[in-house]
């Protein structure tokens, strides 16, 4: 009985508006119900409104065939495929540009931020305004400065830039080298008509998304390779020097290992605004998931169901890059606890 009063008067305390934990708990339940309430009479409001224009709801318009071209695609399509394979496609043209821009950007912003960290004044300086021109200098323009100089500048075809041997870059875009792994046979790209033929050819959109998103994102992966470096104490400069390590040898095996453990979080932040800003692609007409949902948007009138797709996907990518990369930081916490 002394048990069961001791837990009564001690409920009857917290049940109490004195208490002050008992008023932040009531605070929070209506701040629930009141966003609760909130977010069903929107969903109630949207529903009757879209019911009095006599327009459908649901996803049952992906299983219809989309009937518009795509000029670009990783996956097989064809205008008589649904939109849900249209929209895949999207969605895989977002993927590969975010994939090799992170891969670009990180080899870039390493150079750049070795670079901004030498002892030659000039090649610092000129890393320094690098890192600043590309960082303030909004992605949009950027993104309208490269497609505008591939697409307008560049000459044509016949007069098409040599890049590098095999390497052609002219208005239609860039030409490689390729590898047809059915036939196990290498494709060099050739000039005929007016026209190159063999290889394969990125496209003026790709290489100026590209070019945008390496470039900029490139520019802060850079200051995070600097601060991470300048984290680490002097003492491993002076420790390495001592073991009769080069420069060089201090700074791959002893220096850049411990500041990895530093740059790591930062850089998921870069890799994930990098894949969103990926959606800036629809300004200049690359077939990315965000231009193929609009298109959908347009054709069907499914409005609210087109962009919760693209909510759904670019969380979905954001999350498996933030659980791939605090993976990898996990592994590196262990490997630098042994």
């Known amino acids: 009985m002394a048990v069961s009063s001791f837990r009564f008067n001690s409920l009857k305390g917290f049940v109490s508006w004195h208490n002050v934990r008992f008023r932040a708990l009531v605070y929070q339940v209506l701040l629930v119900a009141g966003l609760a309430l909130a977010c069903a009479y929107l969903v109630v409001t949207t529903l009757n409104n879209l019911e009095a224009r006599n327009v459908a709801t649901g996803f049952g318009f992906l299983d219809h065939e989309a009937g518009f071209a795509i000029s670009e695609s990783l996956l097989a399509y064809r205008p008589a495929d649904t939109y849900a394979r249209a929209i895949w496609v999207g969605l895989a043209n977002t993927l590969k540009v975010a994939a090799i821009g992170a891969v670009l950007a990180t080899i870039l912003g390493l150079l750049v931020g070795l670079a901004r960290l030498a002892v030659n004044p000039l090649l610092s300086w000129l890393a320094r305004t690098y890192i600043e021109v590309m960082r303030n200098v909004p992605l949009l323009l950027q993104l309208f400065f490269w497609y505008a100089l591939i697409t307008e500048a560049a000459p044509g075809p016949r007069q098409a830039i040599a890049v590098l041997p095999g390497m052609f870059l002219s208005?239609?875009?860039?030409?490689?080298?390729?590898?047809?792994?059915?036939?196990?046979?290498?494709?060099?790209?050739?000039?005929?008509?007016?026209?190159?033929v063999g290889g394969i050819t990125v496209s003026p959109e790709f290489l100026a998304l590209l070019l945008g998103l390496v470039l900029y994102t490139s520019a802060f992966v850079a200051e995070i390779v600097r601060s991470g470096i300048q984290a680490v104490g002097k003492g491993q400069w002076a420790a390495g020097r001592a073991l009769g390590?080069?420069?060089?040898?201090?700074?791959?095996?002893?220096?850049?290992?411990?500041?990895?453990?530093?740059?790591?979080?930062?850089?998921?932040?870069?890799?994930?605004?990098?894949?969103?800003?990926?959606?800036?692609?629809?300004?200049?007409?690359?077939?990315?998931?965000?231009?193929?949902?609009?298109?959908?948007?347009?054709?069907?009138?499914?409005?609210?169901?087109?962009?919760?797709?693209?909510?759904?996907?670019?969380?979905?990518?954001?999350?498996s890059i933030s659980v791939l990369m605090n993976m990898y930081n996990r592994r590196l916490a262990r490997v630098a606890g042994r």
Request: proline share 6%; no cysteine.
């Open 171 to 196: 208005n239609r875009g860039l030409v490689l080298p390729s590898f047809d792994f059915n036939t196990l046979s290498f494709s060099v790209p050739a000039l005929q008509g007016f026209n190159f």
């Open 245 to 319: 390590l080069s420069e060089r040898q201090v700074l791959r095996q002893v220096v850049l290992p411990q500041a990895l453990r530093i740059m790591v979080p930062p850089m998921t932040s870069q890799y994930l605004n990098l894949t969103k800003n990926s959606s800036l692609a629809v300004a200049i007409g690359y077939p990315d998931i965000v231009s193929i949902v609009n298109t959908t948007i347009n054709q069907t009138g499914q409005a609210i169901e087109g962009v919760l797709i693209i909510m759904a996907a670019y969380l979905s990518v954001s999350v």
